[in-house]
């Protein structure tokens, strides 16, 4: 989110300031964000093995998300640039992407 999001920011906030319409940044992220690491995000472990856990690692990046949205937002509206910038949880899906046998068996 945060890459794609800066590598299209200029062109964004160019294209707001010339349409006069607000712009919208959306960053899917999850209530998952409550279940990461004690501490929050492990900026000085990202990749370490040992202490990886696939919940709270996905937990960690759905709190990058908040963040990054958050932070952005302030940045905006500081700059005075019409863009709006927001996380979301989509709710709950029901999909089969967790268990890998049933996958196979799903009708294309």
């Known amino acids: 989110h945060c890459l794609l999001t800066n590598l299209l920011l200029d062109n964004m906030k160019k294209t707001a300031y010339e349409s006069k319409r607000e712009g919208r940044i959306i960053n899917i992220a999850s ?26 690692a996905y937990g960690q990046s759905k709190l990058a998300n908040i963040l990054h949205a958050n932070e952005l937002a302030r940045r905006l509206k500081e700059e005075g640039v019409d863009i709006t910038a927001n996380s979301l949880h989509p709710g709950a899906i029901v999909t089969h992407i967790l268990e890998p046998d049933l996958v196979a068996t799903v009708p294309k």
């Open 31 to 56: 209530d998952g964000h409550r279940y990461t690491y004690p501490e929050g995000i492990q900026f000085d472990k990202i990749n370490d093995k040992s202490s990886y856990n696939l919940w709270k």
